[in-house]
C-alpha cells in the first residue's frame, strides 16, 4: 500500500473525485434550480443567470415551513431523548445484574430487527388513534420511544467500561442510579453523544409513520408537508426545489458543524 | 400541543399499557367530542319532510374534505368558495363550515377511521360505491328532504345529475366537473405550418398534425399520459366500446371496440411524436412550450394560461378527438359532493352547504377562481354570472358543449374499486407504452377484475 | 471484590454480588430482586406495546376482513386472505422487486464501500475525512428531499439528465424514467443505493480502522499486488463487518425503498417498481383492505426471519473462523 505509482494515485483521487460529485452535485442543482426565473428553469445552465427570490417567497406562502420545522426537529429530538434514556436504563440494568430472564430479554430485543414497519403499522395506527393521539407530534414519537439499536450499541460501550470502577463507587455508598448517573455517563459522554447523533438522523428521516399519523402540514414534519407539495399539480420545480433547499439546509449546517463528530460517531458503531 | 413540551409523554405510554384491552372501545377524541355538540347523540340521520331548524346563535359545525384546498392552483378559488358560504348564507342560518384540505384523497378515510366527524367530502367518481358500502356516505334522497331537493336540482344539466347515482340513488351531487379538451400550443403549430384556429378533429388527424410538428420542430407533438386514469374512458366510448356491463356487476373493457380504440392510442404512443412520462410530467412539458398538443381536464386552464403568458405563446383548443365520423364521447373528470350527515341538524347544515356551493353563485365562484366547468349551463349566458368569463376563455365554449355528449365515468362496482381501477389502469399503460398484445393484456386484466368481483 | 469488605457499618450494597451478602432483609433482598426489571420496565413496556402487541395483532388481523373504520368489526374469514394473496398477481410481482432490489442493493451497500473504503483508508487522514466527509452527504437527507431532487434531475421533459443526454446524441427520445417500466425501478434502485453508499463506507472504514497494519506491511514485504491485497488480506479480515452489512442490507433494502417507490413511482407502471411493502401499505391505506395486508406481512415475517436465522448462522461460523 506504500508505494503507489503517481499515475495510479491520480486514477484513484480522479475516481474518488467522480464519486464526490455524484454524491453533491444533486445538491448544487437543486440549490441553483431554486433561484432560476420561470424562463431559466428548463435550461441546463449551471448557475443562474438573474437569480431571484421568487422561489422561496412563494413557497414560504404556500406552506408553514418554519411550523413544519419546528415540528421536524421536535420529532427527531424528543425521539432522540426517549430513545436515550430508554436505552441507558435498559442497557445498565442488563450490563450491571445478572437475573432471570435475561436470555430472553436479549432475544426479544434481538427479534424486534426482523419486524418490518409494515408489518406493526396498522395495529400502531388503530391504537394512536384510539388514543386520540392522531395530528400530534407525540403520536408520531410514541411507537419510536424505544430503539432496540440503542440498547444493543449501549449496552456494548457498557460492557467495556471497568467493572472496578463501578464496584468501588457501589462501596462508596452510591446508589445504583447514582452510579449510572454520576459515574457511566460521565465518562461515556462521548458515546452517548455519537449514539444521539444517529438516533437523531433516524428520527429525522422517519418517512412512513409520521405519513401516517400527520396529514396536515401544520402539524406535519417538513418531510411530509414537501410530500404533499411535490403532488401539488403545478409546473413549480422553482419553487418546489426552493422548499426542498429550505428544507435541507439545517440538517446540512449541522453536519458541516459537527462533521467530524458525525462521521465519528458512524465508524465508532461500526464496530460490532 | 401543549402535552408533549411538559414530557409527560413517557406516563402516557404507560398507561396506554394498561389500556390495552380498551382497544375498540369507545373513542374519546377530543375534537370529535366538541364537534359532535349536536343534540341528537347517535341518532341516524333520516329522510324527513323537513329538517330540524338551525340556530344562527349557535351555529351547526360541519367539515368539508376538499382535495382543492390542497391544490394551489385551486386553492384560493375554494377558500373563497367555503368563507363566502361562512359569511353569507352560513352566518344567516347557523352553519360554520371548517375546510379540511385532503392532497391525496387520504385525509377523509382516515379521519374517518379515526372517528372523527367528516361530514362532506369532495369525492372522486370512480370510487364512490366503494366509499358508499364501507365508509358510511348516505344518499341524498335519504338524508335530505325530497321537495327542497327536486327544487335544487332544477336548472343542472340532466347528463350531470346522472354521475353521482348508484342503483337510482344519488350518492353524490355533481360538483367540480370538468371534460377532457385538446390543448393546442399555438406557437408550435405555427411553426410547423398548421393553423391552430382548424384544430384537428379526428384521431387520423391528431396524428398526421403531431408528426408534422414532431418534423418541423423537434419538439413532441401530442401528449395524453397513459395512467391519466379517465379520458381513457372516453377514447374507448367514442369508438363504441364499453367499460362497464350495464348493469354494473362485471366489466367489459376487452370488446372489440375498446381494443381497436387502444390499438390507435398504441400505434400513437409509438409514432415517435408522443410525449412520454405521467401525467404531471407531460402536462409540465406542455406547460414548458414543448408540447404541441394535450389533452388535459379543463381544470388545468388557468394553469396553462399562465405558463404560457410567461413563454410568450398562445393556448388554443378543440374538443376531445373523434374515431372517423361519430363524434366523441368524454367522460367526466372531478367531484362529487358526497355527504354523511350524523344527526338531522348535520343534515340540516349540510345541506345549507350544498345548496349554497351548487347553486348559482357557487358555480360562478368555481368556475372563474378555480376552473371547472358551471353545471348550470345557463350560467355562461347570464351577465350577472359567468357570461363576461366564458367570452374572454373561448375555451370553455368547447368544453360547455361537449356536456351535451358526456358520459358519466366509470363508478367502478363494489368494495374492491381501488384494486379494480387500478388493474384497469396498469392494462392501459401496459397495453399503450409496451408493444403487447392489445386483446390479450385487456382480456386478461378484464378476467382478473370479474374474478375479483365475484 | 466483595467479600473484602464485611464492616456491618456499610449500607446495604444493592445490586453486587447478591451471595455475599447474608445480612440483609427480606425487603430490601426483594428491591434487589426487582431492580433490573425496574430499570428494564420502559422499555420493555414500550417494546410491548409498540412492537409485540401490533405483531400478534397482525397475525390476528391476518385471518379477518376488515377496513379500519370504527364501528365495523373485523369479520373472520380463515385462510380466504392467504389464497386471494397467492393468486394476487401484483404481489406475486412484487415478491420479484423485492428480491430484485435486494439483490441490486448489495453493489451499493457491500461492493462500491467496500473498495471505496479501502482506497481512502491508504490515504493521509486529511485527504481521508474529506472524501469520506462528502461521500456521508446524501446520507443526511431526508428521504423526501432526495425523492423531490432526483423527479427534477430525471424529468422526462425539463430535467437535466435528459437535457444532457440529448445534447450529447446519447439518446434521440427523452426517456420517463418514473413511468418506463423498463426504468422505474432501475432509478428507484440506483437513488436507494446512492443513499447508503456513505453510511456503509463508513461502516467499512471502521472495520479498516481495526486491522493490524502489519498485515499489510508484511504483504508488501512479500510482493504481493494492491489487488491480491485487498482479495487476500482485506476481504477476510473485514468479513465479519460484510456479513454484518449483508444482514442488514437484506433485512432493510426494500424498507428503504419504499419512501422513493412511494414518492416517485407510487409502485407504477402497472407495478413494475412496486415491492412487497409498498403492497401492504397499498392494501391497508388505500384500499382499507388491513386483513390482505397483515395476510402479506405474515408471509414476509417468515421468509425474512427463515434468511436472517441463516445468516446469523453463517456469521457464527465465520466469527469462529475469524478466532
Given at each position: 500500500m506504500n508505494k503507489r505509482s503517481p499515475a495510479f494515485a491520480t486514477l484513484q483521487h480522479g475516481l474518488l473525485a467522480a464519486m464526490c460529485v455524484l454524491a453533491v452535485f444533486p445538491l448544487y442543482w437543486m440549490l441553483i434550480s431554486s433561484f432560476k426565473n420561470e424562463a431559466e428553469i428548463f435550461t441546463s445552465s449551471l448557475v443562474p443567470m438573474k437569480p431571484i427570490w421568487n422561489n422561496y417567497r412563494y413557497a414560504f406562502e404556500q406552506m408553514p415551513i418554519f411550523r413544519m420545522m419546528f415540528n421536524s426537529f421536535a420529532v427527531a429530538a424528543l425521539m432522540t431523548v426517549f430513545q436515550l434514556a430508554t436505552s441507558l436504563l435498559a442497557a445498565y440494568a442488563l450490563v450491571r445484574w445478572r437475573f432471570r430472564g435475561q436470555t430472553l430479554i436479549f432475544a426479544l430485543l434481538s427479534l424486534t430487527w426482523l419486524i418490518p414497519y409494515q408489518s406493526i403499522m396498522i395495529p400502531n395506527y388503530v391504537l394512536v388513534n384510539d388514543m386520540g393521539l392522531n395530528e400530534t407530534l407525540i403520536g408520531v414519537v410514541l411507537p419510536f420511544a424505544v430503539s432496540t439499536f440503542a440498547i444493543l450499541s449501549l449496552y456494548q460501550s457498557f460492557q467495556s467500561f471497568p467493572r472496578v470502577l463501578i464496584e468501588a463507587a457501589c462501596i462508596d455508598g452510591q446508589s445504583d442510579f447514582g452510579i449510572l448517573t454520576n459515574l457511566i455517563l460521565p465518562n461515556i459522554k462521548s458515546t452517548v453523544a455519537s449514539l444521539g447523533i444517529i438516533l437523531f438522523l433516524n428520527g429525522w428521516n422517519e418517512y412512513l409513520w409520521p405519513m401516517l399519523i400527520t396529514r396536515k402540514m401544520e402539524n406535519s414534519p417538513i418531510q411530509i408537508g414537501l410530500k404533499l407539495f411535490v403532488n401539488s399539480d403545478t409546473n413549480m420545480w422553482g419553487s418546489l426545489m426552493a422548499a426542498t433547499t429550505v428544507s435541507c439546509i439545517p440538517i446540512l449546517l449541522i453536519y458541516i458543524a459537527l462533521q467530524r463528530q458525525i462521521v465519528d460517531s458512524f465508524v465508532r458503531y461500526g464496530v460490532k | 400541543m401543549q402535552r408533549w413540551t411538559k414530557g409527560t409523554s413517557l406516563i402516557m405510554a404507560i398507561a396506554a399499557a394498561f389500556g390495552l384491552t380498551a382497544c375498540g372501545g369507545p373513542n374519546n377524541d377530543p375534537d370529535g367530542a366538541a364537534a359532535a355538540e349536536t343534540p341528537s347523540a347517535a341518532s341516524e340521520a333520516s329522510a324527513s319532510s323537513s329538517l330540524p331548524a338551525l340556530d344562527p346563535a349557535n351555529p351547526t359545525k360541519v367539515t368539508f374534505y376538499s382535495y382543492s384546498l390542497a391544490l394551489p392552483t385551486m386553492k384560493a378559488g375554494m377558500e373563497q368558495l367555503i368563507d363566502e358560504f361562512n359569511e353569507t348564507a352560513g352566518k344567516e342560518k347557523g352553519v360554520v363550515v371548517e375546510g379540511v384540505p385532503d392532497a391525496t384523497f387520504q385525509q377523509y378515510k382516515a379521519d374517518i377511521s379515526a372517528g372523527k366527524p367528516v361530514d362532506i367530502v369532495q369525492h372522486a367518481f370512480s370510487t364512490l360505491d366503494s366509499s358508499r358500502l364501507s365508509l358510511g356516505f348516505k344518499a341524498y334522497e335519504d338524508v335530505f328532504p325530497k321537495e327542497e331537493l327536486d327544487k335544487h336540482l332544477e336548472g343542472i344539466s340532466p347528463n350531470a345529475l346522472e354521475l353521482g347515482k348508484i342503483d337510482g340513488k344519488m350518492?353524490?351531487?355533481?360538483?367540480t366537473f370538468s371534460t377532457p379538451i385538446l390543448f393546442i400550443n399555438g406557437k408550435l403549430f405555427e411553426e410547423a405550418g398548421l393553423d391552430p384556429n382548424t384544430p384537428p378533429k379526428t384521431w387520423d388527424e391528431v396524428k398526421k398534425a403531431a408528426l408534422q410538428i414532431k418534423e418541423k420542430t423537434g419538439k413532441d407533438g401530442f401528449g395524453l399520459a397513459?395512467?391519466?386514469?379517465?379520458?381513457t374512458e372516453g377514447i374507448i366510448l367514442s369508438n363504441g366500446g364499453t367499460i362497464l356491463s350495464a348493469d354494473r356487476k362485471q366489466v367489459e373493457f376487452a370488446g372489440d371496440k375498446s381494443v381497436e380504440a387502444i390499438r390507435m392510442w398504441q400505434d400513437l404512443y409509438h409514432s415517435g411524436a408522443h410525449a412520454v412520462g405521467s401525467d404531471t410530467e407531460v402536462s409540465e412539458q406542455f406547460m414548458a412550450g414543448n408540447l404541441g398538443m394535450l389533452i388535459q381536464s379543463t381544470s388545468m386552464h388557468s394553469g396553462i394560461k399562465k405558463a404560457s403568458e410567461a413563454g410568450g405563446w398562445k393556448v388554443y383548443g378543440a374538443g376531445l378527438p373523434q374515431f372517423g365520423d361519430q363524434p366523441s364521447i368524454p367522460v367526466n373528470s372531478g367531484s362529487v359532493l358526497a355527504v354523511r350527515p350524523d344527526s338531522d341538524i348535520k343534515a340540516a347544515a349540510v345541506w345549507e352547504f350544498v345548496k349554497f356551493v351548487t347553486g348559482n353563485r357557487g358555480y360562478t365562484i368555481i368556475t372563474s377562481q378555480i376552473g371547472y366547468l358551471p353545471l348550470r349551463t345557463s350560467l355562461a349566458d347570464d351577465p350577472n354570472g359567468l357570461k363576461d368569463f366564458v367570452e374572454a376563455n373561448p375555451l370553455y365554449r368547447i368544453n360547455l358543449d361537449q356536456l351535451s355528449r358526456i358520459h358519466p365515468v366509470a363508478i367502478w362496482p363494489g368494495e374492491y374499486a381501488a384494486e379494480i381501477a387500478t388493474a384497469f389502469t396498469d392494462a392501459i399503460v401496459k397495453s399503450v407504452m409496451t408493444d403487447a398484445d392489445v386483446k390479450e393484456t385487456l382480456t386478461k386484466a378484464q378476467d382478473d377484475i370479474n374474478g375479483m368481483l365475484k | 471484590m466483595s467479600q473484602s469488605m464485611e464492616s456491618p457499618a456499610l449500607p446495604p450494597l444493592a445490586g453486587t454480588v447478591p451471595r455475599a451478602r447474608p445480612a440483609v432483609s427480606r425487603r430490601a433482598l426483594l428491591a434487589r430482586r426487582l431492580k433490573p426489571y425496574l430499570y428494564l420496565l420502559p422499555a420493555v413496556v414500550l417494546l410491548g406495546i409498540w412492537m409485540y402487541r401490533p405483531l400478534l395483532y397482525t397475525f390476528y388481523l391476518a385471518f379477518q376482513k376488515w377496513s379500519m373504520i370504527p364501528g365495523t368489526d373485523p369479520i373472520y374469514v380463515g385462510l380466504d386472505n392467504f389464497a386471494r394473496l397467492f393468486r394476487n398477481e401484483a404481489f406475486a410481482d412484487s415478491i420479484g422487486n423485492t428480491v430484485f432490489y435486494t439483490v441490486g442493493m448489495l453493489p451499493f451497500s457491500i461492493l462500491i464501500p467496500l473498495l471505496l473504503a479501502s482506497v481512502t483508508d491508504g490515504m493521509s487522514g486529511r485527504a481521508k475525512n474529506v472524501y469520506r466527509a462528502i461521500f456521508f452527504v446524501p446520507m443526511i437527507l431526508a428521504p423526501v428531499s432526495v425523492g423531490a431532487i432526483w423527479r427534477w434531475l430525471f424529468?422526462?421533459?425539463?430535467g437535466l439528465v435528459n437535457l444532457v443526454l440529448m445534447k450529447l446524441d446519447a439518446i434521440r427520445q427523452p426517456i420517463a424514467y418514473f413511468s418506463d417500466p423498463d426504468w422505474a425501478k432501475w432509478i428507484i434502485l440506483f437513488i436507494t443505493g446512492w443513499k447508503m453508499i456513505g453510511f456503509s463506507t463508513l461502516m467499512f472504514s471502521s472495520a479498516l480502522t481495526g486491522i493490524n497494519r502489519e498485515y499489510y506491511e508484511a504483504a508488501a514485504i512479500d510482493g504481493a499486488g494492491r489487488f491480491r491485497t485487498f482479495l487476500r488480506i482485506t476481504v477476510p479480515l473485514v468479513s465479519p463487518m460484510i456479513l454484518f452489512m449483508l444482514t442488514m442490507s437484506i433485512l432493510f433494502a426494500s424498507q428503504s425503498t419504499f419512501a422513493y417507490i412511494d414518492i416517485l413511482t407510487a409502485g407504477g407502471p402497472y407495478g413494475s417498481s412496486t415491492n412487497v411493502y409498498y403492497e401492504m401499505y397499498k392494501y391497508a391505506f388505500g384500499n382499507l383492505n388491513v386483513g390482505f395486508s397483515a395476510a402479506a406481512s405474515l408471509v414476509f415475517f417468515v421468509v425474512f426471519g427463515v434468511i436472517a436465522l441463516g445468516l446469523n448462522g453463517l456469521s457464527r461460523r465465520l466469527s469462529f473462523y475469524d478466532n
Amino acid at each position: 500500500m506504500n508505494k503507489r505509482s503517481p499515475a495510479f494515485a491520480t486514477l484513484q483521487h480522479g475516481l474518488l473525485a467522480a464519486m464526490c460529485v455524484l454524491a453533491v452535485f444533486p445538491l448544487y442543482w437543486m440549490l441553483i434550480s431554486s433561484f432560476k426565473n420561470e424562463a431559466e428553469i428548463f435550461t441546463s445552465s449551471l448557475v443562474p443567470m438573474k437569480p431571484i427570490w421568487n422561489n422561496y417567497r412563494y413557497a414560504f406562502e404556500q406552506m408553514p415551513i418554519f411550523r413544519m420545522m419546528f415540528n421536524s426537529f421536535a420529532v427527531a429530538a424528543l425521539m432522540t431523548v426517549f430513545q436515550l434514556a430508554t436505552s441507558l436504563l435498559a442497557a445498565y440494568a442488563l450490563v450491571r445484574w445478572r437475573f432471570r430472564g435475561q436470555t430472553l430479554i436479549f432475544a426479544l430485543l434481538s427479534l424486534t430487527w426482523l419486524i418490518p414497519y409494515q408489518s406493526i403499522m396498522i395495529p400502531n395506527y388503530v391504537l394512536v388513534n384510539d388514543m386520540g393521539l392522531n395530528e400530534t407530534l407525540i403520536g408520531v414519537v410514541l411507537p419510536f420511544a424505544v430503539s432496540t439499536f440503542a440498547i444493543l450499541s449501549l449496552y456494548q460501550s457498557f460492557q467495556s467500561f471497568p467493572r472496578v470502577l463501578i464496584e468501588a463507587a457501589c462501596i462508596d455508598g452510591q446508589s445504583d442510579f447514582g452510579i449510572l448517573t454520576n459515574l457511566i455517563l460521565p465518562n461515556i459522554k462521548s458515546t452517548v453523544a455519537s449514539l444521539g447523533i444517529i438516533l437523531f438522523l433516524n428520527g429525522w428521516n422517519e418517512y412512513l409513520w409520521p405519513m401516517l399519523i400527520t396529514r396536515k402540514m401544520e402539524n406535519s414534519p417538513i418531510q411530509i408537508g414537501l410530500k404533499l407539495f411535490v403532488n401539488s399539480d403545478t409546473n413549480m420545480w422553482g419553487s418546489l426545489m426552493a422548499a426542498t433547499t429550505v428544507s435541507c439546509i439545517p440538517i446540512l449546517l449541522i453536519y458541516i458543524a459537527l462533521q467530524r463528530q458525525i462521521v465519528d460517531s458512524f465508524v465508532r458503531y461500526g464496530v460490532k | 400541543m401543549q402535552r408533549w413540551t411538559k414530557g409527560t409523554s413517557l406516563i402516557m405510554a404507560i398507561a396506554a399499557a394498561f389500556g390495552l384491552t380498551a382497544c375498540g372501545g369507545p373513542n374519546n377524541d377530543p375534537d370529535g367530542a366538541a364537534a359532535a355538540e349536536t343534540p341528537s347523540a347517535a341518532s341516524e340521520a333520516s329522510a324527513s319532510s323537513s329538517l330540524p331548524a338551525l340556530d344562527p346563535a349557535n351555529p351547526t359545525k360541519v367539515t368539508f374534505y376538499s382535495y382543492s384546498l390542497a391544490l394551489p392552483t385551486m386553492k384560493a378559488g375554494m377558500e373563497q368558495l367555503i368563507d363566502e358560504f361562512n359569511e353569507t348564507a352560513g352566518k344567516e342560518k347557523g352553519v360554520v363550515v371548517e375546510g379540511v384540505p385532503d392532497a391525496t384523497f387520504q385525509q377523509y378515510k382516515a379521519d374517518i377511521s379515526a372517528g372523527k366527524p367528516v361530514d362532506i367530502v369532495q369525492h372522486a367518481f370512480s370510487t364512490l360505491d366503494s366509499s358508499r358500502l364501507s365508509l358510511g356516505f348516505k344518499a341524498y334522497e335519504d338524508v335530505f328532504p325530497k321537495e327542497e331537493l327536486d327544487k335544487h336540482l332544477e336548472g343542472i344539466s340532466p347528463n350531470a345529475l346522472e354521475l353521482g347515482k348508484i342503483d337510482g340513488k344519488m350518492y353524490g351531487l355533481a360538483f367540480t366537473f370538468s371534460t377532457p379538451i385538446l390543448f393546442i400550443n399555438g406557437k408550435l403549430f405555427e411553426e410547423a405550418g398548421l393553423d391552430p384556429n382548424t384544430p384537428p378533429k379526428t384521431w387520423d388527424e391528431v396524428k398526421k398534425a403531431a408528426l408534422q410538428i414532431k418534423e418541423k420542430t423537434g419538439k413532441d407533438g401530442f401528449g395524453l399520459a397513459p395512467n391519466n386514469g379517465w379520458t381513457t374512458e372516453g377514447i374507448i366510448l367514442s369508438n363504441g366500446g364499453t367499460i362497464l356491463s350495464a348493469d354494473r356487476k362485471q366489466v367489459e373493457f376487452a370488446g372489440d371496440k375498446s381494443v381497436e380504440a387502444i390499438r390507435m392510442w398504441q400505434d400513437l404512443y409509438h409514432s415517435g411524436a408522443h410525449a412520454v412520462g405521467s401525467d404531471t410530467e407531460v402536462s409540465e412539458q406542455f406547460m414548458a412550450g414543448n408540447l404541441g398538443m394535450l389533452i388535459q381536464s379543463t381544470s388545468m386552464h388557468s394553469g396553462i394560461k399562465k405558463a404560457s403568458e410567461a413563454g410568450g405563446w398562445k393556448v388554443y383548443g378543440a374538443g376531445l378527438p373523434q374515431f372517423g365520423d361519430q363524434p366523441s364521447i368524454p367522460v367526466n373528470s372531478g367531484s362529487v359532493l358526497a355527504v354523511r350527515p350524523d344527526s338531522d341538524i348535520k343534515a340540516a347544515a349540510v345541506w345549507e352547504f350544498v345548496k349554497f356551493v351548487t347553486g348559482n353563485r357557487g358555480y360562478t365562484i368555481i368556475t372563474s377562481q378555480i376552473g371547472y366547468l358551471p353545471l348550470r349551463t345557463s350560467l355562461a349566458d347570464d351577465p350577472n354570472g359567468l357570461k363576461d368569463f366564458v367570452e374572454a376563455n373561448p375555451l370553455y365554449r368547447i368544453n360547455l358543449d361537449q356536456l351535451s355528449r358526456i358520459h358519466p365515468v366509470a363508478i367502478w362496482p363494489g368494495e374492491y374499486a381501488a384494486e379494480i381501477a387500478t388493474a384497469f389502469t396498469d392494462a392501459i399503460v401496459k397495453s399503450v407504452m409496451t408493444d403487447a398484445d392489445v386483446k390479450e393484456t385487456l382480456t386478461k386484466a378484464q378476467d382478473d377484475i370479474n374474478g375479483m368481483l365475484k | 471484590m466483595s467479600q473484602s469488605m464485611e464492616s456491618p457499618a456499610l449500607p446495604p450494597l444493592a445490586g453486587t454480588v447478591p451471595r455475599a451478602r447474608p445480612a440483609v432483609s427480606r425487603r430490601a433482598l426483594l428491591a434487589r430482586r426487582l431492580k433490573p426489571y425496574l430499570y428494564l420496565l420502559p422499555a420493555v413496556v414500550l417494546l410491548g406495546i409498540w412492537m409485540y402487541r401490533p405483531l400478534l395483532y397482525t397475525f390476528y388481523l391476518a385471518f379477518q376482513k376488515w377496513s379500519m373504520i370504527p364501528g365495523t368489526d373485523p369479520i373472520y374469514v380463515g385462510l380466504d386472505n392467504f389464497a386471494r394473496l397467492f393468486r394476487n398477481e401484483a404481489f406475486a410481482d412484487s415478491i420479484g422487486n423485492t428480491v430484485f432490489y435486494t439483490v441490486g442493493m448489495l453493489p451499493f451497500s457491500i461492493l462500491i464501500p467496500l473498495l471505496l473504503a479501502s482506497v481512502t483508508d491508504g490515504m493521509s487522514g486529511r485527504a481521508k475525512n474529506v472524501y469520506r466527509a462528502i461521500f456521508f452527504v446524501p446520507m443526511i437527507l431526508a428521504p423526501v428531499s432526495v425523492g423531490a431532487i432526483w423527479r427534477w434531475l430525471f424529468h422526462p421533459s425539463n430535467g437535466l439528465v435528459n437535457l444532457v443526454l440529448m445534447k450529447l446524441d446519447a439518446i434521440r427520445q427523452p426517456i420517463a424514467y418514473f413511468s418506463d417500466p423498463d426504468w422505474a425501478k432501475w432509478i428507484i434502485l440506483f437513488i436507494t443505493g446512492w443513499k447508503m453508499i456513505g453510511f456503509s463506507t463508513l461502516m467499512f472504514s471502521s472495520a479498516l480502522t481495526g486491522i493490524n497494519r502489519e498485515y499489510y506491511e508484511a504483504a508488501a514485504i512479500d510482493g504481493a499486488g494492491r489487488f491480491r491485497t485487498f482479495l487476500r488480506i482485506t476481504v477476510p479480515l473485514v468479513s465479519p463487518m460484510i456479513l454484518f452489512m449483508l444482514t442488514m442490507s437484506i433485512l432493510f433494502a426494500s424498507q428503504s425503498t419504499f419512501a422513493y417507490i412511494d414518492i416517485l413511482t407510487a409502485g407504477g407502471p402497472y407495478g413494475s417498481s412496486t415491492n412487497v411493502y409498498y403492497e401492504m401499505y397499498k392494501y391497508a391505506f388505500g384500499n382499507l383492505n388491513v386483513g390482505f395486508s397483515a395476510a402479506a406481512s405474515l408471509v414476509f415475517f417468515v421468509v425474512f426471519g427463515v434468511i436472517a436465522l441463516g445468516l446469523n448462522g453463517l456469521s457464527r461460523r465465520l466469527s469462529f473462523y475469524d478466532n
